[in-house]
Every structure is written in structure tokens, then in C-alpha cells.
């Protein structure tokens, strides 16, 4: 590594939630821009954003250093204390090696799941049982040694850089020396070198950012306003020194130039810090078959019982419907997902024999005939044209994706059975995080800024309600909001602000539906925390990088609209018992009127006034027209409404750009609006096979 370099060993990003600000992006950026060979991250008490930081920082050929300000409890981490101050001492950890990794997921999934009291503890106990290949810095002022010094008790200062020194090693315990101008750093910083020296311990130079640029001060300070409920203008609140910024190799050694040890030692650190996570490789677990019998053989025992069960006497004769499962049983086994499909129809199958009511399939699973055979969904592929390949591709194996929707009243009984089935330690929901987006930024930085309601609510009001939309393209969009930036100081001061803000993470929650199952403790894979409440176990990784882990990731949606047809059925079923909605014809005219009457509210996918709106406009007269509907009221295909609804209506001609999309598009008026359209041009204009025309539907959708 350069010797004239700085390695930064305590960093906030923005998952220390609104108490760090700095964007994993930005922050390779700026190493990058310093020369600086590695970086670490030590968010507090969690490590939300390891896998984004690490992914960020390998792309940006930075070696990542994954750590985490951890919570150590002054005695036991479930020992409860009285306040908040005497619950536990800040210390900084950071991962050497993989077991040092895995010892670290393990440190603070404990926190979280037996130690959280104010915060996510470890006590030293916990900490020596998982201390290889770990290295510890002291930490900040709110350290046990700088809080013993801070006492005046340089005795037990001593005696507690010695149990670290003791439970991780002296090469692998170093004293943490902070310089931000700040007295008690100065009284902290004369007494921590003789402390190192008599203990024959390592000096760290560490800046503990918060902020990537000195100038992001103030609004890190309306952010730290927006996390702790206070004003700005209070006066007895928590402040940073504007000095918490990710400073340069060069500030850092003149900041430290009487301990130069103390600089060259991060640069040390980082070469030593050597983590490799493993990406792609599958952690599902084996759905457990009937002894004698192999998951293969099983799956296929169940599908063709199934197609049977499905197609009656055209199961035996049908060639085109055995040569498609034969097809589709081949690509599962090929790719490695039979445990995935059978573990999907096992829990599907545990709710239908309870009478859980379960949805009849979305996306793209409803275009496998397996799905279909098995009762995962009950959507004939083959009669709606649906193609496999865009379920699961043979040329791009990445994990398919079931949704499944079940009555919400429910699926707590669902969860609970995969829970029971797989282990309680190996399945858990999902995180995730709101951000401080456009419209919510304004009106809490308008809050902590003293303005009234009314007025941040006005800016607010002024930002178009589209998706993902930002401040810039707001302003650029509304010519009243631009005005507004532009005349008046206080919306300019705020959107300043809000603009340095935007987008930053702002709470943890559980993802609506994720669902999380391993083939093993998860712990031994990924952190662990509970939800908001304390109650379920949920993963500290978000979605993405759960798909990017290789474990398996299943969506149990709850839908009220299954609970409102179960509870309607109940009470048919008192005049009418043999009612089933099997018996409901799927081309009933007065059905379909009450669409073009927008006579919506209650139904599913149907009750926007968008939505309403567009139903009275589309004159529906059979199923398909329901589902070019719901197909087009979406970002993208909305801006085909218009020429849609003329070409239906007989207003304009029906064109199409090619003759041979006539086949493809002629149910729909010459519009593409499909996904399996796409596929389908790209097949016969292009010639390419189904599964590379699913790698450009997904180019085209931005889809990894």
C-alpha cells in the first residue's frame, strides 16, 4: 500500500440511520479521488450496508473493510441498566479475515436478537467466544478507555485497553485517537499514547466520519435534528463539529503529525483486512423427499399426477403438453432449482389443505406449466400464450421468482409452518428502508427548520406525485416550485438541505412480503435483527443482497381481497353450499359493465381514480380486455393508452411496424404491451430462441 496514503477505519454511512450520511457511491468516489487503497465502514450497531458497500467498493477497486461500531455492555449484554449512558461503551470492530467475517455476523446478530437494551450489546464474554480474527480499535469518546480518562480513573482506562489487549491479541487491539479540535480529545489524546506504550499496543489515527465533505455540515445537522425530533435553532440538543468529514491522506497526517505510527498503522490494518464474501452460490436448502426417492424423481411423480389431475384424458394423447413439461422439468433440474419448486408447492399445499386461500398466480411464474400442474398457480400457460423462458431462463440461471398471494388474515399460519418446517434459526422475513424521499424530505427538514406545517406542506404540494421522482426534476417540472427556490430564502435554504438529504436511508422496517430461507442457522450466512416491535427475527441485508448471497428469497404476499372473497363466500355458502367460484362464467356482460360504468372500489388492481378513469374509457367486453387494462395502467406502457384505446375503438387504423407482428399483436390492436410480446418479436423477426429474447426483455426493462 502507498506510504503516503490513509486508510479511514470508522466510518458512518447512511445506515447508521439518520446519524451518518455518507452514499456508498459517492464515498468510493472520493477514495478513489484521494488515492486511498481501502476504506472501512463501522455503522453503528449493525451492518445493514455491508454487502452495497462491499459490491460498491470492489467495483470501484477499493479493498473494502467490513466493520461495525459495536455496543460492548459493561457487564453481561443482557443485564439491563438504568439509562441509556450506563447501557454500553462504543467500540470499534473490524474484520481481518473470512472467520473474521463470520464472527462479526455472529457478534451482532447476538446483539440484536439477546443484548438490545437502548442498543444492540456484545459484552466482552461474547466477544472473546468470537474474537478470531477480529481487530478492535478503542473507539471513540464514548469508548471505555476514553470514558475512564474522562473520569479522571486512568487506572481503569489502563485496565480496560488490557482485557481487550487480552481477549484479541496485542497485534490485533489498537488505541483509537480522535483529533477534532474538542477538549476532551485533547485530555483523552495525552494520556491514550502511554497507555498504548505500557501495554505494548498499536496507535490508529481515525476521523469517525459522518459527512463525505466539510461543506455537507449543515444539513448532516438538520438530519441529526430530523433523527432526534429536535429544532435547529434548539439550543440544548446534540451537535457534530463540522470536523466529522471524510478528510484527505494529507489532512489526516497533518492532523496526526506527532504520531505518525498512528497514520502508518491504518495503512497497516488495511493490509491485513482480506475479506472474501462469495456471490451466486446457492444456500437453499433440501426440501426433504420420501425415503427411497430423489428430489428429481419426486418432482416428476408430482407433475405428471398433476397434469393428469389438470388436462384430464389430454394428458395422455396431448404430445405438445408432455414435450413441454418434459422441457420444462429438464431446464429445473439443469439449473438446480427442484428443491426451490418443491419447497414452493410444499407450503402452497399445507395452505390449500388448511383452506388458506392462495392467489392463482402473478408474474412470471404463471409461465411455467409446472406451476400449473402442481396447483402453484391456476393459470393454464399454454392457453394464455405465457412462455417459460421468462420464468426461468436455461441462458442466464438466476433464481426464479414466485410470488404467491395469500389471504392476509392468514399467512401468518403459512409463515409459521415454514418456520416449523425448516427451523426456526433458518428463516426469517426481510428487511427494509425507507428513504427520505422527495415529497417526505421537504416536510421534515421545513419541520426542524421551524417552519409551520402549511408552508413545508406547500413546497411539498408543489412536487409532482411520480414515481422516484426527484427535487431537481421537480423544480425543472413546475415552474412554481422553480420560482419559489429561486425567490424566496427560506424554500432556497430548505431545498438546499433537502437536496443533500434526499434519498438517504431513513428507518429500517419488514419488507410486505420477503421471506428469507436457508439451509442452515442464518447467522452462519447473514446478520440478524428484530423488527421495530422486537418481535420476529428479521435479516439486517435487504433483498438485494440476499438474491446476490444465493439464498432463497420467497415473497408471501397478504392480500385482503382473498380475505374479502373468503368471508363473501362464507356467507353464499349459508343460502347456496354447493356455490364455488368455478361456476362463475368469465364472460359475464353485466360484470363487464360495471367496469365501463367505473364502478371500481373493492376490486383488485381496480380502485385508483387513474384506473377508474381509464376502465370507463376502454369499453370492456371480455376477460382479455381486463388484462390489457391492468397490463397498460403501468409506468411505460401508460404512454400507449391513447393509441390503444383509438385502435380499439376503430378511431385509427390498426398498424402494425412489421407484417410479422400481426400474429403477435393482433389481440392487441397493433400495441405491444406484453412482456411475452417482446420475447415473441424478438423470436420472429431476429430469430433468436426464447431464452435470448428473454436477455433482451431484460435489458429493456433494466433488469440485471
Not at 443484548?115 to 466477544?127: A, S, T, V
Not at 417459460?388 to 392468514?410: G, H, K, Q, T, Y
Amino acid at each position: 500500500m502507498p506510504r503516503d496514503s490513509f486508510v479511514h477505519l470508522h466510518l458512518h454511512t447512511e445506515y447508521s440511520l439518520l446519524d451518518g450520511a455518507v452514499r456508498m457511491k459517492e464515498l468510493m468516489q472520493k477514495a478513489v479521488e484521494f488515492g486511498m487503497p481501502a476504506v472501512a465502514v463501522t455503522d453503528h450497531g449493525n451492518l445493514y450496508g455491508a454487502i452495497e458497500f462491499y459490491q460498491e467498493a470492489t467495483r470501484a477497486g477499493i479493498k473494502p473493510i467490513i466493520g461495525c461500531e459495536a455496543y460492548v455492555a459493561p457487564h453481561s449484554h443482557k443485564e439491563k441498566a438504568s439509562s441509556l449512558r450506563e447501557a454500553a461503551y462504543h467500540f470499534t470492530l473490524l474484520a481481518q479475515n473470512d472467520n473474521g467475517y463470520r464472527n462479526l455476523v455472529k457478534l451482532i446478530s447476538t446483539a440484536h436478537l439477546d443484548g438490545f437494551h437502548y442498543r444492540p450489546r456484545i459484552d466482552k464474554e461474547l466477544l472473546a467466544q468470537h474474537s478470531a480474527g477480529l481487530i478492535g480499535l478503542s473507539g471513540c469518546l464514548a469508548g471505555e478507555v476514553n470514558s475512564a480518562i474522562q473520569s479522571d480513573n486512568i487506572d481503569k482506562a489502563k485496565q480496560a485497553a488490557a482485557e481487550y489487549r487480552d481477549i484479541l491479541g496485542p497485534e490485533n487491539f489498537f488505541i483509537e485517537l480522535h483529533d477534532h479540535g474538542m477538549d476532551e480529545q485533547r485530555r483523552c489524546n495525552a494520556v491514550l499514547p502511554k497507555i498504548a506504550k505500557d501495554l505494548g499496543l498499536g496507535l490508529a489515527a481515525a476521523n469517525d466520519v459522518h459527512f463525505l465533505r466539510r461543506d455537507d455540515h449543515d444539513a448532516h445537522d438538520v438530519m441529526l435534528c430530523i433523527g432526534t425530533g429536535k429544532m435547529v435553532q434548539d439550543e440544548s440538543r446534540m451537535r457534530y463539529t463540522p470536523e466529522l468529514y471524510f478528510k484527505s491522506p494529507a489532512e489526516m497526517r497533518a492532523l496526526f503529525k506527532d504520531f505518525p505510527e498512528a497514520i502508518a498503522n491504518t495503512l497497516a490494518i488495511g493490509e491485513r483486512c482480506n475479506v472474501s464474501i462469495e456471490f451466486g452460490k446457492s444456500k437453499y436448502p433440501e426440501y426433504p423427499v420420501p425415503e427411497g426417492q430423489t428430489r428429481e424423481g419426486y418432482l416428476r411423480e408430482l407433475c405428471y399426477k398433476g397434469l393428469e389431475e389438470r388436462y384430464g384424458e389430454r394428458a395422455k394423447i396431448d404430445n405438445q403438453l408432455r414435450e413441454r413439461l418434459a422441457y420444462e422439468l429438464g431446464v429445473l433440474e439443469k439449473t438446480g432449482f427442484v428443491s426451490y419448486i418443491l419447497i414452493v408447492w410444499d407450503f402452497i399445499h399445507f395452505a390449500k389443505g388448511r383452506g388458506i386461500p392462495v392467489g392463482p398466480g402473478r408474474g412470471s411464474a404463471a409461465g411455467s406449466l409446472i406451476a400449473y400442474v402442481l396447483g402453484v398457480t391456476d393459470i393454464d400457460p399454454l392457453q394464455y400464450g405465457l412462455l417459460f423462458e421468462r420464468f426461468l431462463n436455461p441462458d442466464r440461471v438466476s433464481p426464479p421468482d414466485i410470488d404467491v398471494d395469500f389471504c392476509e388474515a392468514r399467512r401468518g399460519e403459512v409463515l409459521e409452518y415454514v418456520r416449523q418446517k425448516y427451523g426456526e434459526r433458518r428463516v426469517a422475513q426481510i428487511i427494509t428502508f425507507g428513504k427520505l424521499k422527495a415529497k417526505s424530505v421537504v416536510r421534515d427538514v421545513g419541520r426542524v427548520m421551524g417552519m409551520s406545517y402549511r408552508d413545508a406542506d406547500r413546497i411539498a404540494r408543489m412536487i409532482p406525485n411520480e414515481l422516484n421522482i426527484t427535487l431537481d426534476s421537480a423544480a425543472e417540472k413546475n415552474s412554481e416550485l422553480k420560482r419559489a427556490v429561486a425567490t424566496e430564502p427560506q424554500t432556497k435554504q430548505l431545498f438546499e438541505y433537502a437536496k443533500i438529504l434526499e434519498g438517504l436511508s431513513r428507518n429500517a422496517g419488514v419488507h410486505a412480503a420477503g421471506v428469507v430461507i436457508a439451509d442452515r442457522d442464518l447467522s452462519d450466512y447473514i446478520p440478524l435483527c428484530r423488527d421495530v416491535k422486537g418481535n420476529d427475527v428479521i435479516s439486517q441485508y435487504p433483498m438485494g443482497p440476499l438474491n446476490d448471497l444465493g439464498l432463497l428469497k420467497m415473497d408471501f404476499l397478504g392480500l385482503k381481497t382473498l380475505t374479502v372473497i373468503e368471508d363473501t363466500l362464507a356467507l353464499i355458502h349459508k343460502r347456496e353450499p354447493e356455490f364455488s367460484l368455478k361456476d362463475i362464467p368469465l364472460d359475464d356482460a353485466a360484470s363487464f359493465s360495471l367496469y365501463n360504468r367505473g364502478e371500481t372500489i373493492g376490486l383488485f388492481q381496480m380502485e385508483s381514480g387513474g384506473m377508474t378513469n381509464l376502465s370507463k374509457q376502454f369499453e370492456v367486453k371480455k376477460l382479455d380486455d381486463i388484462i390489457a387494462l391492468i397490463a397498460l395502467y403501468r409506468p411505460g406502457p401508460m404512454e400507449l393508452i391513447p393509441e390503444y384505446v383509438r385502435a380499439k375503438k376503430g378511431v385509427t387504423p390498426i398498424k402494425y411496424l412489421h407484417p410479422l407482428l400481426e400474429e403477435i399483436c393482433a389481440d392487441t390492436y397493433g400495441v405491444m404491451i406484453y412482456q411475452e410480446q417482446v420475447m415473441a418479436a424478438a423470436s420472429k423477426l431476429a430469430g433468436y430462441s426464447l431464452a435470448q429474447a428473454d436477455l433482451l426483455r431484460r435489458a429493456m426493462g433494466k433488469k440485471d
